[in-house]
């Protein structure tokens, strides 16, 4: 018989009460001992990857996400009132925007941004990290067609920015595509790398950086990649960027990181992520997706893979987070990820953020709203902060979350855009 006055039975329905009353953010998670912060990177030269004609999949996505970032870092936390139309108070802990591009004019003329360029070892480590999950070919095949075409348009008195063509239908190819691309994939995996360094002893308590614990870290990068396969890419993606933030952590991580759990919420099956993963014991991916959709694939809810690593959980078209989409996540998608009973408590979470289930987003069909990824967000704060890790210690609740679709840039639409429910994640984990 189950005892409805446990606390694991109380815990879910006072959360979403306090979350409505705007109180969440102090009973989310246990008072950390040192301070947290979460950290956010993305390339200010990611528009060198673009198509040559109108495509959802565009710079502007992040420019979007950039400025409603910056935004809310210039308005003091003091401002948050009754007038706020978000449900999650400001933040109360820091947030660092950090830009990755080779040359960044951002960082000169905003305070908020931090410039720092990757260097050339950790673009190798990027490389070495996709041409694990990806074929050899694959990777240097498209970095040779990338750089072959840019020297002849030198050559030929030209730009060195051009397009190349398209490699499906729907995911196109410049002479740039492939550095943005190694960009992206190094932006995740340096997300996995500040969330698994611990603060070293002789810096807790301190001000400043060196006593900040970062427990979060966002990848804000594009084109995205869930879709890439093995082989293949497709569906706007060139390389899987998940797939490669969750091996480099137990690559480099092996003794305390011992298992990492990947949850995809973008409203379209990450087909690419599955078909890396299930080759991975120590991996699991979970994905939430309407059907039918593209790539329609995973129309069952259910486990597959060699390892009983990969669970796919359709949601109906029209699905709103009261209807269809709370149940899942919190019966299927939570507990898949982390789940005592099974030995499953994972050292790492990776989500893939993908913001087209929102009702503007005319790639798909379901009706989430910009609040509910904030409402997302904190229930899995709240799943992961009460377990532990792998390796016994625990776990606060270690995430990094990466962009993958999302493509409604208007303003003004009803449920929100883009960039308002990427704010209410970054909100939530403030």
Known sequence: MVD?????IIALPLLLLFYAAGTINALALPTPTTTTRTNIYFDSSNHLHRDIQFHPEQSSRIDACVKALLSFLETPSSSSS???TSSVVKARQPLELIDVAPMSPNSS??????SNPFTKEQLTRAKEVLMTIHSQELVESLEMKCTASRDRRIQEGKDALGFIGYLDHDTFLTTESYNVCLRAAACWIECVNQVLTP???EEEGRGGEGGRQVDFAFALTRPPGHHAMKLLPNGFCIFNFAAAAAVHAIQEYSSSCKKVSIIDWDVHYGQGVADIIQDYSNIRYVSMHQVPAFPYQGEKRGVSGRYQNIMTVPVQPDSTWTCGYSQVFT???LPFCCCSSEGWEPDLVIVCAGYDALGSDELASCSLTAQDYGRMTLLLREHFGRHQGSTGS???AKVVFGLEGGYKLEEG???GNLAEAFMETIKALS
Request: proline letters at 8%; charged letters at 15%.
């Open 4 to 8: 409805l006055l446990s606390p694991s």
């Open 82 to 84: 009754s007038s706020s």
């Open 109 to 114: 003329q905003n305070p908020n941004i931090i």
């Open 199 to 201: 603060v070293r002893k």
């Open 331 to 333: 019966e299927y998608v």
């Open 394 to 396: 625990s776990i606060r």
């Open 413 to 415: 639409v009803a449920g």
